[in-house]
């Protein structure tokens, strides 16, 4: 089992930055894929970015790309979304999600709770 536990959203202002984490644990987290998906009300479930451990491989939303950086450390079990120059329209709920190797997007294995973000204009 793997268990995920996300955190550091919060209300900034457009332009702000945020940092995101996700805790993993469990015997076998290493040999997962972890992303970032956001939904917002209304709209539909979105992966953000996704990262080996090691960010030898990585995805970003073309929405994202250039502003959001998905990073992990395994030795602390934690993956990151750094968040740059926010925009209203990123105003979503966060969760963190493992996709075992071979296993689809569509149906993340693991889901963290998700981590609330509001970014006003």
């Known amino acids: 089992q793997v268990q995920l536990a996300d955190s550091g959203g919060g209300s900034v202002q457009a332009g702000g930055s945020l940092r995101l984490s996700c805790v993993a644990s469990?015997?076998?987290?290493?040999?997962?894929?972890m992303g970032w998906f956001r939904r917002a009300p209304g709209k539909d479930r979105e992966l953000v970015a996704a990262s080996t451990w090691a960010g030898r491989s990585t995805y970003y939303g073309d929405s994202v790309k250039g502003r959001f950086t998905i990073s992990g450390d395994v030795a602390r079990g934690t993956v990151y979304l750094q968040m740059n120059s926010l925009k209203p329209e990123d105003t979503a709920t966060y969760y963190c999600?493992?996709?075992?190797?071979?296993?689809?997007?569509?149906?993340?294995?693991?889901w963290g709770q998700g981590t609330q973000v509001t970014v006003s204009s």
């Open positions: 999600a493992a996709v075992k190797y071979g296993g689809s997007w569509t149906v993340p294995d693991y």
């Open positions: 469990g015997r076998t987290f290493s040999q997962y894929v």
